[in-house]
């Protein structure tokens, strides 16, 4: 049965994945289809700045680098940034994708304009970069923040009902003020929240995890991954160059 490899941003203990891992629950996919939940052994604090961006690209890439070497059948990124995608997808015969896109594009599916629900005004930048990729940036509404500080290891913990209450409000003025018809969830770490904000708003949510499980449980029931023009291989593959690269860093990192 297909194996999955789902690739978190941080370096993260058991409990903690832990909380990532519950999206499969959620995702409801095919019996025999396994996730194995990886972290990246190398990452920023947060995801603010081109700098971030980067270090979040090469950790991302090191970490499945040679998944299908390993014998996964897809890679899966947890993170709407979609850190490390497009590298992957140079090296990698298996499909690789990622939350984000695949959440704003799916959100074009059911609906004209979508909007994006985050924690963090401060994020705005990834989802922009996102959308100015696909070229879909006049397909949004708007991102609205709740502004509650995200927790990347911790997720909701503590502050469940405050956060729902918080985006249930967003969800209504981004539908009634902004235009929007299809919302999405701006992170993984807020998939918690999906279910009881879903239940409130008069639109599709969309969790971005959980589509991005069953978008790959699709791909490869139906033989498809990314394109070999859109994505094309390396002249000279230096992946061992990554390896020592973030064995380096694992040393330094404070």
């Known amino acids: 049965m ?6 978190a941003p941080y370096p993260l203990p058991e409990p903690q994945m832990a909380l990532r891992r519950a999206q499969v629950d959620a995702a409801k996919v095919a019996a025999g289809m396994t996730f194995e939940f990886r972290g990246a052994k190398v990452a920023p604090v947060n995801y603010v700045s ?55 594009l799916h959100a074009l599916t059911w609906g004209d304009r979508f909007g994006i629900l985050t924690m963090w005004r401060q994020w705005k930048p990834l989802y922009t970069k996102v959308m100015r990729d696909a070229g879909i940036s006049h397909a949004c509404a708007s991102i609205r923040s709740i502004d509650v500080d995200p927790d990347s290891q911790n997720l909701l913990t503590g502050k469940y009902d405050e956060v729902v209450a918080k985006l249930i409000d967003a969800g209504r003025h981004a539908v009634e003020d902004d235009g929007a018809d299809v919302l999405m969830l701006g992170s993984t770490t807020m998939h918690q929240a999906h279910a009881d904000v879903a239940a409130a708003l008069p639109v599709p949510l969309i969790n ?3 589509l991005a499980y069953k978008l790959i449980e699709a791909a490869l029931a139906l033989g498809l991954r990314q394109s070999r023009v859109a994505h094309p291989k390396p002249r000279v593959d230096k992946r061992a160059v990554f390896a020592a690269m973030m064995a380096a860093a694992e040393k330094s990192d404070p």
């Open 2 to 7: 297909p194996k999955v490899l789902v690739l």
């Open 50 to 104: 081109a700098h971030d961006n980067l270090l979040a690209d090469i950790g991302m890439f090191e970490a499945g680098m040679h998944a299908d070497d390993e014998g996964f059948d897809a890679v899966c990124i947890d993170t709407v940034s979609d850190a490390g995608v497009s590298a992957l997808r140079s090296v990698l015969d298996i499909p690789v994708v990622g939350p984000g896109r695949a959440a704003m």
């Open 208 to 210: 971005p995890g959980p």
